[in-house]
């Protein structure tokens, strides 16, 4: 009888014999890896001394109540059995319970006395899938914040996130204990959610066992809500509890019948909090949710006929949102206007914008997502640049004539929208920003931006381009490092747009110039850098005649025409900008002087032996540079001519 400790571990046992209970010392009983089903009645004789009791791996698939009794118990492991529920007495009867292992069962839910329980500092729920109340969300946090992961500092903060999010979930089922025992005088939180398939009589005691109706409840909100509460048997939230204006927290969970919420619920000025869930809601619409102001929580998770959010926005003091399993489609830009500190929205298969790499990251990124829609629809430019997107948001496209720009620049997008449709709605749009992706083409649809005036598509891997001749406003285009090839890439149909005044080609490997060239005569700047250029056309002075700046970098030019120096040629006045460095010019004619325009000229990098004294006669010329194996020194006659930049490298 003075025995203190006795380990049965692995002895096959299926039964323990009356007479433990003899053991009236016995402070620490392990009893697991056996085939135990149920204890003797006589361990509950252990009351005064019991506070560790092992019975993991065996085959209880029920909580023995002679437990109950053991009021000193400290450590209950029950680890890898078979049970699907808890008892109601399990939060009552053990006051001093720190530790409960329940690792690998098939619980359903956790029963809301469990929140009395103050001592406990370890709650292991680890495989068990089925359970749903508390809601997943919850248990999750717990999981991932297991204080047995990580070291050192990392280990420490895990502790103290344990902690948290166990208190959190305790308070949660001591709230849903507390709806339980509602004063039929006042109550602050109205509960009218399914319990047991019965009607709950609101602001009264219920028919229901009150035990029952703790261990039944179920409650699928998303969000640890204080004390929440909702409806009677025709769908209708009551008359008393409109009436009643000190209402805080309304629940109407389970309820199929109910389908929207009514005009009346406006009353509640004090409401804090609504919690909907597994309803049958449809629509928001008949309420004015900014007559709400003290509303911080919706969960209306599991309605999967609500497919629009909308309405609730107009309230500004929503703090958390949890709409699991829904059929939204997507989220209003005005959601970036909330205070929100949490929003849950797995599930929702249908959601698209934001898109589910967005998702994925958390509500930070949700919010900058969209802030950045929200200035669109203002009016303003979307701003979508290095946001991982890999398709192109349908809400990016929604806003009409109130989008003047779209930047989705340095994201992984493939491809874009085929359709028409698709693009049809950006009809104002006149800066379009593809830079940085990884698309293999544009879509025909793409021609229905008429307004356009920008369009930058460089660092992509396009090699096709479509016919880009309706966009008749379009004033800058870039095409810059792609796999644009001459031959391939350009006819006239596809670029013939006379308004162009930049045109940017470098890094294509063109190897020689586009015959579409001869379609943009209004073109004032031209770069074609690291094209594999050889050849220059000597009509170009004729099929660019506006030409302003022409950069040639880095390709492998070794002569001009003469046709570029005429005295009838168009440049003469004209072209002010011209970079040839990094080619293989060796002799550069004395005509180039009738450029008389010019006031920049680069030719470092080429084989040049000397440059023509002519250049002097460059009167404009502000910018010189010879650098790098383009002439040995600056003759004395361009220095007199006045140029402001000279380097000879």
């Known amino acids: 009888t003075s025995l203190t400790r006795l380990r049965l571990e692995r002895n096959g046992l299926s039964n323990l014999p009356d007479s433990l209970g003899t053991l009236i010392r016995l402070a620490d009983l392990r009893c697991g890896s056996n085939r135990l089903k149920s204890l003797p009645v006589e361990v509950s004789a252990l009351h005064a001394t019991m506070t560790v009791l092992d ?11 002679a437990i109950a009794s053991l009021s000193r118990l400290q450590t209950l492991n029950l680890n890898c059995n078979f049970l699907e529920e808890l008892p109601f007495w399990l939060g009552k009867s053990l006051p001093l319970l720190k530790r409960l292992l329940l690792k690998d069962n098939d619980l359903q839910s956790l029963p809301c006395s469990l929140g009395l329980s103050t001592c406990l500092s370890v709650l292991d729920l680890e495989d068990n899938p089925g359970i749903m109340c508390p809601p997943p969300c919850l248990l999750s946090k717990l999981s991932s914040a297991n204080p047995a992961v990580g070291s050192g500092d990392s280990r420490h903060k895990g502790t103290n996130d344990y902690t948290d999010y166990l208190c959190g979930l305790l308070k949660y089922l001591r709230a849903l204990f507390k709806s339980c025992q509602a004063d039929s005088s006042k109550f602050e939180t109205v509960d009218l959610s399914v319990l047991s398939g019965e009607k709950v009589n609101t602001g009264s005691k219920s028919s229901v066992d009150e035990e029952a109706k703790a261990e039944d409840l179920v409650s699928s909100t998303s969000n640890v809500l204080p004390q929440m509460p909702l409806i009677d048997d025709c769908g209708a939230i009551s008359k008393s509890v409109n009436s009643v204006d000190y209402v805080r927290h309304l629940i109407l969970n389970g309820q199929e019948k109910f389908t929207s919420f009514p005009k009346s619920i406006e009353a509640l000025n004090s409401l804090q909090s609504i919690s909907a869930c597994s309803c049958n809601i449809m629509s928001l619409e008949e309420v004015n949710w900014a007559m709400l102001t003290s509303l911080q929580t919706m969960a209306l998770d599991s309605n999967p006929r609500l497919a629009e959010l909308l309405p609730i926005f107009s309230n500004s003091s929503l703090q958390h949102i949890s709409v699991t399993c829904t059929a939204i489609e997507s989220l209003p830009p005005a959601i970036c206007l909330l205070p929100l500190l949490s929003l849950n929205v797995e599930g929702c298969k249908q959601l698209k914008c934001p898109p589910p790499e967005i998702v994925r990251r958390g509500l930070s990124a949700i919010m900058i997502f969209q802030a950045a829609l929200h200035a669109g629809s203002r009016g303003g430019i979307v701003d979508l640049r290095a946001s991982k997107l890999s398709t192109l948001p349908p809400s990016a496209v929604m806003f009409g004539n109130k989008c003047i720009g779209l930047n989705l620049s340095r994201n992984i997008m493939r491809s874009l929208p085929s359709t028409q449709c698709d693009w049809s709605s950006l009809t104002s749009c006149q800066s379009l920003d593809l830079s940085g992706n990884r698309l293999l083409r544009l879509p025909d649809g793409i021609t229905d931006l008429t307004s356009l005036t920008l369009l930058n598509i460089e660092d992509n891997l396009l090699n096709l381009l479509p016919r880009l001749g309706s966009l008749l406003h379009l004033r800058m285009l870039s095409l810059a ?37 001869s379609a943009t005569t209004n073109l004032h700047i031209l ?15 004729k099929t660019l005649p506006a030409l302003r700046e022409l950069a040639l970098s880095d390709n492998s030019i070794s002569t001009f025409e003469l046709d570029w120096f005429d005295d009838d040629s168009d440049w003469q006045h004209s072209l002010g900008h011209l970079r040839l460095d990094g080619n293989k010019i060796t002799t550069l004619p004395a005509a180039i002087a009738a450029l008389s325009g010019l006031s920049v000229l680069w030719l470092q990098g080429n084989p040049l032996p000397s440059v023509p004294a002519e250049i002097g006669y460059l009167t404009t010329l502000r910018q010189l540079r010879l650098g790098g194996g383009a002439g040995g020194s600056i003759p004395p006659e361009i220095l007199s001519g006045g140029s402001s930049e000279s380097s000879a490298g």
Do not use: M, Q, W
Request: charged share 20%.
């Open 527 to 541: 770069s074609a850098k690291d094209c594999n250029l050889s050849i220059v056309p000597r009509t170009l002075p």
């Open 55 to 65: 019975l993991s791996k065996n085959k209880f698939k029920e909580v023995p109540h």
């Open 481 to 517: 490092h792609n796999s644009l090839s001459s031959a391939s890439s350009f006819t006239k149909e596809y670029l013939e747009i006379k308004s162009l005044h930049r045109l940017v080609l470098d890094g294509n490997n063109l190897g020689e110039f586009p015959p579409i060239l």
